[in-house]
């Protein structure tokens, strides 16, 4: 990874800032003193978050950093993750409160108490045991945001198993290779998902997946569409079983075993530099602490009287997060929603706001973006009084779009929280603390009370206030990934070799100070980009076209988009023999499309594909994707003297013209 000067021209000159409310700060869960308190001894700080769960047996060390960039926390602690999500909230009265309010796309709901949630995970788990499932084997979960996605990975922690979710949108191939990187033993999927008011299919596409797959003893399959699916289910006799079979026959009794503290608890994927998906590990006792330590001070949740929507899906890191393990373990009632956000109409989430008087609600700068686009006037037309609290992730959050928010979702009472954080990470890092920050649009101001950041150039020395430079967490953190599945280089190279001498964790985002040392997040630094708060790497999306017949070469970059942060241009050189008539012509380009979508899935369709003669390279042939970002942003070609062929940005820019 080549360090690049981060892109200090979107530096903000916001300067307004809103002050908490008297009467919001006088109830916060979390006050000023807490980050002095963190900072003068932060492991007895930690030690105080930990007993916010239940273990069966205490740790004798609360880190182990002996072993770095390898952390142990707790060391020596027991517990069961799923029991301190479910089980203990019954045993202490609280069976009857409802977990999920879940929502389906087409207005079918549940409401599930912890009471069932409890029965419906006890079975889940006896129905992995009798497949054979263990403590330590993998399970893949391609599932639609229905309840039995969060049993299905309840199931999993309670066994001590460990979940790999692979978003629905997922293509095929993107399914395998997640499958075979982990050797997943049971898949857990659905006939189906409903989308924009159409059943699709599901299972087909697990099936195209696993053609071969041999680690995979057995295709669990949940019955969502049912009759509504055209051409039926796919069925491979002897593998494949049906949840309602299999599970609704167990037992709802289930005794869980405690296990270590540094015990696996899931793998997620994620996109790097490199084409090649990282499976990013993470553990039981800290990663459980910081989620619950989190969603208790960032979104001041309190059990019993809130209702929290975190309108993310499980198969990111905010669903594994503030879903299933933060909320849960911290006993929220939650709406869980299935679909899309304008089936059947706009107002589709704001309607759900108001029927369930959600308080709380957490989404992404895609979705509110989108939400400006499609006008005040749709949340105007709804209550949504009850909200108390709104917050944000996945992306820079313009300041435009975080006084819209403020103003027409949060009714100009409710405080916002901008989240910075990782998939590695696991939990919320940087924020704003509700009741106590004064809050200042677009920037996620302060590492958490327990949490430390800082922004560094590129020798690690830390930068003067309106100063720009990297991210760094030059601490350990209980929520920290503990490696890359598999592949333990791949951790030290990513994360911890840029600034080895110093021991920093690299973030690989561009960051800044403001003129009171407040943190502003800036963008990627590396090939990664950022569409729609989802990552995707440029190499990801250039192997998937050139594995095209028709294609050459492609260089990828993400380039701004008004809606989704940035959006994907391909720039592609076709095959000797291929006329570009043809092959460049509207039809082909679609089917380029078309063809990133089947190998990635949707969400790394390009927004634009261009087809050209050459590509800009220096003279050592690194493709000068700054150059391809200037044509994609329709500005000014910068600096051109490092290429090895200056002329060729002039046959880009021609093609360009022609073809507008
Ligand atoms: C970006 C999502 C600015 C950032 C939880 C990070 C943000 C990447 C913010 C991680 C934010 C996330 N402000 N940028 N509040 N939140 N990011 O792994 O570039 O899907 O490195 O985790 O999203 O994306 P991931």
Redesign the pocket.
């Known amino acids: 990874m080549t360090k690049q000067s981060p892109a200090l021209d979107n530096l903000l000159t916001e300067s307004r800032t809103f002050p908490p409310s008297e009467e919001f700060a006088a109830k916060a869960n979390a006050t000023e003193q807490w980050y002095a308190d963190a900072e003068a001894d932060p492991e007895a700080f930690w030690e105080r978050q930990a007993e916010r769960l239940h273990w069966q047996t205490k740790w004798s060390q609360v880190l182990d950093w002996s072993n770095a960039p390898f952390a142990k926390w707790f060391v020596g602690g027991k517990l069961n993750v799923a029991y301190n999500c479910v089980d203990r909230h019954v045993e202490n009265g609280h069976g009857d409160q409802v977990a999920i309010h879940w929502v389906g796309e087409p207005g079918d709901t549940r409401d599930i108490t912890y009471a069932e949630l409890h029965r419906e995970v006890c079975k889940a788990a006896n129905a992995l045991l009798s497949l054979g499932v263990t403590a330590n084997d993998r399970v893949a979960i391609q599932l639609p945001m229905i309840p039995e996605a969060i049993v299905s990975m309840l199931a999993c922690a309670r066994i001590g198993a460990l979940h790999s979710v692979v978003f629905g949108g997922f293509s095929s191939s993107a399914l395998r290779s997640r499958v075979d990187d982990a050797e997943a033993k049971v898949v857990i999927t659905s006939d189906g998902q409903y989308r924009r008011g159409k059943a699709m299919p599901m299972k087909a596409n697990v099936d195209e997946a696993l053609d071969g797959a041999d680690t995979v003893e057995k295709v669990i399959v949940v019955r969502r569409v049912g009759d509504d699916l055209e051409g039926g289910v796919p069925w491979t006799e002897g593998r494949d079983v049906w949840w309602h079979d299999l599970v609704d026959a167990q037992s709802d009794e289930h005794e869980p075993e405690a296990f270590d503290s540094e015990h696996p608890l899931f793998i997620l994927y994620?996109s790097g530099t490199t084409g090649k998906p990282k499976g990013?590990l993470h553990t039981s006792g800290g990663y459980l602490t910081q989620v619950a330590y989190s969603h208790h001070v960032v979104f001041d949740h309190k059990p019993g009287e809130d209702v929290y929507w975190c309108t993310a899906d499980i198969g990111?890191?905010?669903g594994h997060?503030y879903i299933v393990y933060g909320p849960l373990a911290n006993r929220a009632t939650q709406v869980v929603y299935e679909g899309t956000p304008n089936t059947p109409h706009e107002g589709r989430h704001w309607e759900i706001v108001q029927n369930y008087k959600v308080t709380i609600y957490y989404t992404a700068?895609t979705l509110i973006r989108t939400f400006m686009k499609w006008g005040s006037d749709i949340p105007a037309k709804y209550d949504l009084s009850s909200l108390r609290l709104i917050g944000?992730?996945?992306?820079?959050?313009n300041p435009e779009a975080w006084v819209w928010y403020r103003k027409h979702i949060g009714g100009d009472r409710c405080p916002i929280v901008?989240?910075?954080?990782?998939?590695?990470?696991g939990a919320?890092m940087?924020?704003p603390l509700p009741g106590v920050t004064h809050a200042k649009p677009g920037s996620?101001q302060r590492a958490l009370p327990g949490v430390s950041a800082k922004v560094v150039d590129n020798d690690g020395n830390e930068v003067p206030r309106n100063g720009g430079g990297y991210?760094v967490l030059d601490k350990p953190w209980p929520a920290m990934l503990r490696g890359v599945w598999g592949d333990e280089q791949r951790y030290r190279d990513t994360y911890w070799a840029q600034y080895a001498e110093q021991g920093y964790y690299f973030?690989?985002?561009g960051a800044k100070y403001d003129a009171d040392g407040d943190i502003w997040?800036?963008?990627?630094v590396d090939d990664?980009m950022?569409v729609s708060?989802?990552?995707i790497s440029t190499t990801e999306v250039e192997s998937a076209l050139v594995s095209h017949p028709t294609v050459a070469e492609a260089a990828v970059v993400g380039a701004t988009d008004p809606t989704t942060g940035q959006g994907i241009v391909a720039f592609v050189i076709l095959r000797g023999g291929v006329a570009e008539d043809e092959a460049g012509g509207e039809k082909a380009i679609q089917e380029l499309r078309d063809h990133v979508a089947k190998e990635i899935g949707p969400i790394a369709k390009p927004r634009q594909i261009m087809v050209v003669p050459e590509l800009p390279k220096t003279r050592s042939g690194k493709i000068m994707r700054r150059l391809l970002r200037d044509v994609a942003e329709n500005r000014e070609i910068g600096d051109v003297t490092t290429l090895a062929d200056s002329s060729v940005m002039d046959l880009i820019s021609k093609g360009m013209k022609s073809r507008s």
Request: glycine share 10%.
């Open positions: 994620t990013i990111w890191i905010t997060s700068p944000s992730v996945g992306e820079p959050i901008d989240t910075w954080w990782q998939t590695e990470t919320i940087i924020s996620a991210l973030a690989g985002d997040l800036l963008g990627r990664v950022n708060g989802h990552r």
